[in-house]
């Protein structure tokens, strides 16, 4: 187990490799640079210039990387050009939103998703069946961002219950830190649920046509128990897998979604870096990106041994 | 009932409910907004003002940076000698008073005694000294407009400034609101990084307190402000903060600070989209702040390409329906005016309408001619616009049609407005492009005029002209000269062609705060909260 822990987490380091040059080349052939938007519209070129000089906008590019990567594998992802402040105080002070908001999203999702599958799973064929997987299809469909808008006029302006946007950290209270998530996870999450909900209720229809489930049911053990207790447990890894990604897409940050509800976490980060050419931020962001989504799924695989024995006992052979 | 049905009662009996709740509340609501409408309005001093702004600021040092995030928040912590009043006279602020030496090449600046920076250090002449080098410096339009000069220190609160030859409009400039020349404490304009101080530190009504990247500047009320006695002007005259803090939020999203100033959780939200308008005009609880934001302007590339021909330029000028274009743009009248002054309306020393026959011509058949008379020989030509300012590709596509009505092939190449900024510095890259200038103090100061900014208009009688400009005995002299560079931009050289002017506007909650105004910028010290 530990050599498999060690191999997946040293697969990392090729991975971070190419993210980082790939990143890197995008980045700066990408016209554009800081020190204009630092300056201005109306700067002049000369001033311009001079600043780009300054911050060694003008070095050549592969010197540019070796000096970032060298500061990298020291633990300084660098300095950002716009914050006044090193690039992972930025990140650890942009993760903390957006953490609260994947928690609460996802949380949200697996409440509706999880029984709704379930209860489509049970129904299957029948109009509720096609109802509800309906439903999901149209809460995949619908753009979060849009979603939140109409939750925005609903919940915000034409009921005053919730603030329209910002943030306010745990430090303000848990409901100041709550309520201005609550609009924002919904709209994540209900989006999130639809994908789990089908995932669930496909893995589901699968197990309860299984042998085993007929087994079960011959020996007249409780409706309630063949479900929860030897359906679901036998079909949650499909389930986990999805759960586990949609949970690294939103550590991910959702951008657009934090933009409309003005949330200042890592998708929000992103996008103004790429508006302002923070170059340091925007490679130190997606790589951090990079190692959450990895060890996500790591920590998923990990997870199969935990729910299925039979995954165990293949790992241990 | 049959099974299937019953499955769905519970569903329908939730949506009912919600419904009814959502009916129920809607209307509590409408009631409580009546109420407000008719309540008191008396001020209260203390609160803390909302206000969205629609992006940050890159830097809080108003000496180098140009953007109008930087001004706008600026304006409330650091001040400068002198400022401008409304009508663009000049007024003193940190400066009582400034004496002009008869040659015209001294500036005595006398300074106000007991003014002190909010680190509690009194402001002298070391000080003015060492920030208004700086600024000579930094800022590329200052030292254009003034020219070599230098700041020394007469005495501890008298300052002189010598300049080469003797230059119209100096003390505009040292007034003038964007890139603003601000007086900083001596020890912290020392130690300033290329790219901006560091401490915050001037002697405004508000002191800065807190900046949270992406989320809000809080700055708050200076206790030991020293306000001038005169009466409020714009920004000249007494300041007062009424308030303990304001908190300028950052709402990058246009429908997010609308949502946030119809719910009151903003008193005050930067730059609503142009379409809402009327909404917010016809709203008792809101009111709309017109405000001239600049010149909607078409650059010409006379370094390479196409526009290098004078006459092709020319018909270019001569073909375009400007209207047109300003309507594309920004739809609704109220948002635009038709205007050929370089200079503004609003500016009224220096504004003429001189060559006024050469704009918004519509002329397709004279610009035919030109165009053929020009060397253009039907190759594209490339207009560099942006979405991220959805009026610069709006009225480019209203151009390209217009331009191709005359006969001269168009391509537009959208990028990102950063991607813009760096390739407008290519004169191989574009042969047009769009944008806004903001009002300037100095006809000198013009930028699409400026020989080293993009569009480079190196022509030896513009230069002429400026320099006689600058060099003018007397104001009038000077607006003689600027009558008639202005005529020659319209008829003869056309380095750029001005569109019109635009504005774009801000809301603020009428029924929660009182005293605000707005000059070049929103003005928020003498605003309170009402009850």
């Known amino acids: 187990m530990k050599s498999y822990i060690l191999k997946r987490i040293l697969s990392l380091i090729p991975v971070l490799l190419i993210v980082s040059i790939v990143v890197f080349m995008i980045i700066h052939l990408t016209p ?64 903390g939103p957006t953490i609260s908001l994947a928690i609460l999203s996802q949380i949200t999702a697996i409440l509706i998703a999880l029984p709704l599958g379930i209860f489509a799973a049970r129904k299957r064929g029948t109009v509720t069946d ?42 303000a209270g848990l409901w100041e830190h709550i309520k201005y998530l609550i609009m924002p996870a919904i709209a994540l999450g209900t989006g999130q649920a639809a994908l789990i909900a089908r995932m669930t209720r496909s893995s589901m229809v699968e197990t309860l046509n299984l042998n085993f489930i007929k087994t079960a049911r011959a020996k007249g053990l409780h409706e309630r128990k063949v479900i929860y207790k030897h359906t679901l447990r036998n079909a949650f890894i499909p389930i986990l897998t999805v759960i586990g990604q949609t949970f690294g897409t939103l550590v991910a940050g959702a951008a657009v979604t934090e933009t409309v509800f003005n949330i200042p976490g890592i998708g929000q980060l992103i996008i103004n870096s790429v508006e302002r050419r923070d170059y340091m931020v925007i490679q130190g962001t997606v790589l951090m990106v990079t190692v959450t989504y990895v060890l996500i799924n790591l920590i998923v695989d990990l997870l199969y041994g935990v729910i299925d024995p039979r995954v165990r006992l293949k790992k241990e052979s | 009932m049959s099974k299937r049905l019953k499955n769905f009662s519970w569903l329908i009996t939730v949506l009912l409910l919600l419904s009814v709740a959502l009916i129920g509340c809607s209307s509590e609501n409408t009631s409580k907004e009546k109420d407000s409408a008719s309540g008191d309005t008396a001020v209260k001093k203390g609160g803390d003002l909302h206000v969205a702004i629609d992006a940050q600021p890159p830097t809080l040092d108003p000496q180098v940076s140009t953007t109008t995030a930087t001004k706008e928040i600026a ?36 300074l106000r005694q007991g003014v002190k920076f909010h680190n509690g250090k009194e402001m002298t002449a070391e000080d003015v000294v060492a920030s208004m080098n700086r600024w000579l410096t930094v800022s590329t339009r200052a030292a254009n407009a003034i020219g ?129 308008y009327e909404q917010i005009a016809s709203s008792s609880d809101m009111k709309p702040i017109l405000n001239l934001y600049g010149g909607l302007t078409m650059v010409f590339n006379k370094k390479q390409g196409p526009f290098t021909d004078q006459k092709l330029r020319q018909a270019v000028n001569t073909g375009i329906n400007n209207k ?109 492009f769009i944008t806004g200038f903001s009002p300037v103090s100095l006809p000198t100061q013009t930028l699409p005029l400026d020989p080293g900014y993009a569009g480079w208009p190196v022509d030896e009688k513009l230069q002429q002209y ?57 003005i928020l010290w003498n605003t309170s909260l009402t009850k």
């Open chain 2, 148 to 276: 070599k000069g230098q700041f020394t220190e007469k005495d501890k609160y008298t300052v002189e400034l010598k300049i080469e030859k003797p230059t119209v409009g100096v003390l505009d400039v040292i007034a003038s609101t964007n890139q603003f020349a601000a007086i900083m404490p001596k020890e912290i304009i020392e130690n300033a990084p290329k790219e901006g101080v560091t401490e915050i530190v001037g002697t405004g009504p508000f002191k800065f307190v807190e900046w949270k990247p992406d989320q809000y500047i809080q700055v708050a009320k200076y206790d030991d402000y020293k306000p001038v006695e005169a009466k409020p002007d714009g920004l000249a005259g007494k300041k007062e903060a009424l308030v303990d803090n304001i908190m300028f939020e950052v709402v990058t999203d246009g429908s997010t600070r609308l949502g946030g100033i119809t719910t009151g959780q903003y008193q005050i939200a930067y730059q609503i989209p142009s379409d809402n």
């Open chain 2, 324 to 432: 047109d274009v300003l309507v594309g743009a920004y739809g609704n009248d109220k948002f635009y005016r038709l205007d050929n002054g370089l200079m503004y309306k609003d500016q009224a020393k220096w504004y003429t309408d001189a060559g006024k026959e050469y704009y918004n011509q519509n002329d397709k058949e004279k610009a035919k001619q030109l165009l053929k008379e020009s060397n253009y020989n039907g190759e594209e030509v490339r207009i560099l616009t942006t979405r991220d300012y959805e009026y610069s590709y709006n009225s480019a596509v209203v151009l390209k049609e217009e331009m191709e009505k005359i006969g001269i092939k168009v391509k537009l190449d959208v990028v990102d407005w950063a991607t813009l900024t760096t390739k407008r510095n290519d004169p191989a890259a574009w042969d047009a």
């Open chain 2, 466 to 522: 400026t320099e006689q400009i600058r060099t003018a005995p007397s104001d009038k002299d000077a607006y003689a000269v600027w009558e008639e560079m202005q005529e020659y931009v319209w008829k003869d050289y056309v380095p750029y062609i001005k569109i019109g002017d635009y504005y774009t506007f801000h809301a603020y909650r009428n029924q929660e705060i009182k005293g605000n105004t707005y000059f070049e910028g929103m």
């Open chain 1, 130 to 171: 096609q109802t509800f997987m309906g439903i999901s299809l149209l809460g995949i469909s619908i753009p979060h961002f849009l979603f939140g808008l109409f939750l925005i006029i609903i919940l915000a302006i034409n009921l005053r219950w919730l603030p329209v946007a910002g943030y306010r950290p745990l430090s």
């Open chain 2, 75 to 110: 304006r409330h912590i650091f001040e400068t000698l002198l400022v401008l009043s409304p009508d663009y006279e000049v007024q003193p602020m940190l400066a009582e008073s400034v004496d002009k030496s008869e040659d015209g090449l001294t500036y005595t600046f006398h």
């Open chain 1, 32 to 95: 554009g640079d800081p020190a204009s938007v630092m300056l201005g519209p109306e700067a002049s070129q000369e001033d311009v210039e001079q600043l780009k000089n300054h911050l060694g906008l003008n070095d050549p590019v592969y010197q540019q990387y070796f000096h970032w990567v060298e500061g990298v594998f020291q633990g300084d992802l660098g300095d950002s050009f716009f914050m006044d402040k090193p690039v992972t105080a930025a990140i650890i002070e942009h993760l």
